[in-house]
């Protein structure tokens, strides 16, 4: 997340750069979508499936998102969409609503 003022970027690479930690991507993981395939539903879905594996059971998945909570408007692949997926698994969800802020 690039934001003027932010600090975020910056953030992100020193926790990377740090031994412990594992970063993977989806392109150097699955390749490019197969064409016709929205990359932010596949997305979603990557996300998904590996926390799954990662837990022991649905009650121990969360998922912390910025999200305004609206419950469209962003159609397949948007967070309203991956919030959704997480309650239909069982996951917990944390949000950061940045109209409250």
Avoid: H
């Avoid at 239909?88 to 409250?100: C, E, F, K, S």
């Amino acid at each position: 997340v690039r934001l003027p003022g932010s600090t975020w970027e910056n953030r992100y690479y020193a926790l990377q750069d740090l031994p412990n930690v594992k970063t993977c991507g989806q392109l150097e993981r699955l390749k490019s979508p197969p064409k016709g395939v929205s990359p932010f539903t596949r997305n979603n879905l990557w996300i998904l499936n590996t926390a799954r594996v990662e837990v022991s059971k649905p009650s121990n998945l969360y998922a912390l998102m910025v999200w305004d909570e609206q419950p469209s408007g962003d159609g397949p692949g948007g967070t309203a969409d991956f919030a959704d997926r997480v309650r239909q698994l069982g996951g917990r969800r944390a949000i950061v609503n940045p109209t409250l802020l």
